[in-house]
């Protein structure tokens, strides 16, 4: 399973990304630092599925994933928060 992952906490996307890549059949494909890189990096990456923090400064997570579901109808989005 190809996945991305978006936090702007670069050490939540570092922990998220060990914790992930214990299971051998998943692959982190991508870690952005904010939704408008996600939104960027989505149609060149194209994972299984988009792990997003809900909170973010730039672009948040709903938005984000509003966005990237306009580019992928399909697309599977798991929203996070702390």
């Not at 792990?51 to 697309?75: N, V």
Request: aromatic letters at 2%; glycine letters at 4%.
């Amino acid at each position: 399973m190809r996945i991305m992952i978006v936090d702007d906490d670069p050490l939540v996307n570092q922990s998220l990304k060990i914790i992930l890549e214990q299971d051998s059949t998943i692959e982190v494909v991508s870690m952005c630092g904010s939704g408008r890189e996600a939104i960027d990096a989505y149609p060149e990456v194209r994972p299984d599925v988009v792990l997003s923090d809900i909170r973010m400064e730039d672009t948040d997570g709903l938005d984000a994933t509003a966005e990237i579901l306009k580019l992928d109808p399909q697309a599977k989005v798991i929203l996070l928060t702390t």
